[in-house]
């Protein structure tokens, strides 16, 4: 069994749950079930995890292996720091004689698929690994954070994330019932780094389709004719040069601008103009109907 406070979550690896066992009688009040049973009709195995806050997480279904018990959570609070934007939560038993290379392949697989649609997600991959190599999994690039043995002699439960600075070491708990693996406590850590802001200054030039067209317009109506009439080759690609850069410095004009490392790419010089716009027409609105009032 593993917990972590960071989202309020517990997971729990060879559950044994089946059909059979209906989820009400497993419920928690505060709690909501996740759980995913062998399905293969042979007895133990299967994954499940309570949330807390179950509003912020969604299951992903579609990541579902037939052959395989793993369960997948995509955590999305209310509001998250700049360089993670979600947490996906990843509950694994990997029983003893499984194929490693199938469970391998669909652990990098899945987590691909959801850091394709989200690039800036905080992975946590955690569970009974048993014997899985690990390799893979830490040129991912994953740390892997239990120091201890979970079981005799051995660390068969295993956290691994991308975000190791997030938490704090793990530490054991006795176990769970009559389970003879220990229970893996992971807490946040109390302030975890900041990437430091840095801004950097860059000059480009002003760049749109409209610009483009009134360049083009331009470049149409000049009368290059006294270029053939000049002395030399030379002569001509200087004036052609000083001619096509003093209309590109008329309509693109190089401008300043600061980057900050911090921002996401889709925050661009538009995007922060209209942020501009939309922050004076909601101040004016304020004022507005402060003088109504």
């Given at each position: 069994?593993?917990?972590t406070?960071n989202v309020?979550?517990?997971?729990?690896?060879?559950t044994?749950l089946?059909?059979?066992?209906?989820?009400?009688i497993?419920?928690?009040?505060d709690d909501t079930?996740?759980?995913l049973?062998?399905?293969?009709?042979?007895?133990?195995?299967?994954?499940?995890?309570?949330?807390?806050?179950?509003?912020?997480?969604?299951?992903?279904?579609h990541?579902?292996?037939?052959n395989?018990?793993?369960?997948?959570?995509?955590?999305?609070p209310?509001?998250?720091?700049?360089?993670?934007?979600?947490?996906?939560?990843?509950?694994?038993?990997?029983?003893?004689k499984?194929?490693?290379?199938?469970?391998?392949?669909?652990?990098?697989?899945?987590?691909?698929?959801?850091?394709?649609?989200y690039?800036?997600t905080?992975?946590?991959?955690?569970?009974?690994f048993?014997?899985?190599p690990?390799?893979?999994?830490?040129?991912?690039?994953l740390?892997?954070?239990?120091s201890?043995?979970?079981?005799g002699?051995?660390?068969?439960?295993?956290?691994?994330?991308?975000?190791?600075?997030?938490?704090?070491?793990?530490?054991?708990?006795?176990?769970?019932?009559?389970?003879?693996?220990?229970?893996?406590?992971?807490?946040?850590?109390a302030?975890?780094?900041?990437?430091?802001?840095s801004v950097?200054?860059i000059?480009r030039?002003?760049?749109?389709?409209?610009?483009?067209a009134?360049?083009?317009?331009?470049?149409?109506?000049?009368?290059?004719?006294?270029?053939f009439?000049?002395?030399?080759c030379?002569?001509?690609?200087?004036?052609?040069?000083?001619?096509?850069?003093?209309w590109l410095?008329?309509?693109m004009?190089?401008?300043?601008?600061?980057?900050?490392?911090?921002?996401?790419?889709?925050v661009?010089?538009?995007?922060?103009h209209?942020?501009k716009?939309?922050?004076?027409?909601?101040l004016?609105?304020?004022?507005?109907?402060?003088?109504?009032?």
């Amino acid at each position: 069994m593993m917990m972590t406070n960071n989202v309020d979550i517990a997971v729990i690896t060879e559950t044994w749950l089946h059909d059979g066992i209906d989820s009400k009688i497993l419920e928690l009040s505060d709690d909501t079930l996740f759980r995913l049973d062998r399905r293969d009709g042979r007895q133990g195995g299967g994954v499940a995890v309570y949330v807390k806050h179950a509003s912020l997480c969604s299951h992903l279904s579609h990541l579902a292996h037939a052959n395989l018990e793993v369960l997948w959570l995509l955590y999305r609070p209310h509001s998250m720091p700049r360089e993670v934007t979600h947490i996906l939560i990843g509950a694994v038993y990997h029983p003893p004689k499984a194929n490693n290379a199938e469970m391998l392949e669909y652990l990098i697989n899945s987590m691909d698929e959801v850091t394709r649609t989200y690039p800036h997600t905080g992975i946590l991959l955690l569970g009974d690994f048993n014997q899985l190599p690990d390799a893979q999994l830490r040129s991912y690039p994953l740390h892997q954070l239990t120091s201890f043995a979970t079981r005799g002699n051995s660390i068969l439960d295993k956290i691994y994330t991308n975000i190791p600075s997030w938490f704090q070491t793990p530490t054991p708990l006795p176990a769970v019932s009559g389970s003879d693996h220990d229970t893996v406590y992971l807490q946040p850590a109390a302030d975890p780094p900041r990437p430091p802001k840095s801004v950097k200054v860059i000059y480009r030039r002003l760049v749109s389709p409209n610009r483009k067209a009134l360049l083009y317009n331009q470049m149409l109506r000049l009368n290059w004719t006294p270029l053939f009439h000049m002395n030399s080759c030379q002569e001509m690609v200087d004036s052609f040069y000083s001619i096509v850069t003093y209309w590109l410095d008329y309509f693109m004009p190089v401008v300043r601008k600061s980057a900050n490392n911090l921002n996401k790419p889709w925050v661009t010089a538009t995007f922060q103009h209209l942020v501009k716009q939309r922050q004076r027409a909601f101040l004016a609105s304020q004022t507005y109907l402060y003088h109504k009032l």
